[in-house]
């Protein structure tokens, strides 16, 4: 799998998913399969790859337990059978009777589960015009941050509304992460205004080059996603960019870019920790000399 001069080829897959698990799981496939004829290695999918439902009724309807989910079995058997790393951005799993996790999951080209990741951030928030979203409502936040070292690197997972706490980024990154993943399904709205400037933001800011797989276009359940895969190096650059329509992505990945870059810009180096002083909740009162009072 590693190449001798240590660079690999990824594949970013965009998706526009549906409501039906099988749906999904036949379009994702085909455009894997794409991926693996191009000649990647590595393959990552977007947010949500096996459903896009806000009704909570047909979504804790539709999914199911991990041992039990049809698509992650399917893309186990699509790992072992083009012989690549398989990073599934994210599928909807049901952990209890009330709660799903958004999680991600890397396999290996046996067809093996070797890094898990659950969304830490939960995408609550109301937009303009209406639009609102209420994450927590379904999905269990996870609590930690995940790392998998693959052939050529060490990746640190993400998904997505984390992409908007460069905390998580710099843990990762100073944890030896020097590939930032986002499969993503940002909303057209914040996607337009912010998707490009945060992905560049974090490999900036970390040295690292970040892979995002994202779903794009108009989806079945009413929401409408920005799309915009995005493959970023670690000087900021945009090596590669899909539009809005489902598709597939390769681009050449060096990790030496990443020494480079930070040899350039060492700021994982500079990092301080400091306290924070606050203002006092009553001002004292400053008497100056010569002050009539």
Not at 96 to 117: C, L, Q, T, W
Not at 160 to 180: K, N, Q, S
Not at 217 to 233: C, I, K, M, P, Q
Request: glycine letters at 8%; a negative charge.
């Amino acid at each position: 799998m590693t190449r001798s001069n240590g660079t690999f080829r990824a594949g970013l897959i965009q998706m526009r998913s549906r409501r039906s698990p099988q749906a999904n799981l036949d379009d994702a496939s085909a455009l894997i399969r794409e991926a693996a004829a191009g000649g990647a290695h590595y393959v990552q999918t977007p947010e949500m790859t096996n459903i896009m439902e806000l009704s909570r009724e047909k979504l804790f309807a539709a999914i199911a337990p991990e041992e039990n989910d049809i698509c992650l079995a399917r893309f186990r058997e699509l790992a072992r059978q083009h012989k690549l790393y398989l990073h599934i951005g994210s599928l909807a799993i049901r952990v209890s009777a009330e709660k799903a996790a958004n999680r991600s999951f890397v396999i290996d080209p046996r067809g093996e589960i070797v890094a898990r990741y659950d969304k830490i951030h939960m995408f609550d928030v109301d937009l303009a015009g209406g639009e609102s979203y209420r994450e927590s409502n379904n999905f269990r936040p996870g609590e930690s941050a995940v790392l998998v070292d693959l052939p050529w690197a060490r990746f640190g997972l993400t998904i997505c509304y984390d992409l908007r706490f460069p905390a998580l980024y710099r843990a990762l990154a100073e944890a030896g992460a020097t590939v930032l993943t986002i499969p993503a399904a940002f909303t057209r709205q914040t996607g337009e205004a912010h998707w490009h400037t945060l992905v560049r933001a974090r490999a900036i800011e970390n040295g690292s080059f970040v892979l995002a797989a994202a779903q794009g276009g108009a989806h079945e359940n009413g929401r409408e996603t920005f799309g915009h895969s995005l493959a970023v190096d670690p000087w900021g650059r945009i090596i590669g960019e899909l539009g809005t329509e489902p598709g597939v992505m390769l681009v050449e990945i060096d990790p030496a870019e990443v020494a480079a870059a930070r040899g350039k810009v060492p700021s994982l180096q500079h990092g301080r920790r400091f306290d924070i002083i606050e203002p006092l909740a009553e001002p004292a009162h400053l008497h100056v000399v010569g002050d009539p009072a």
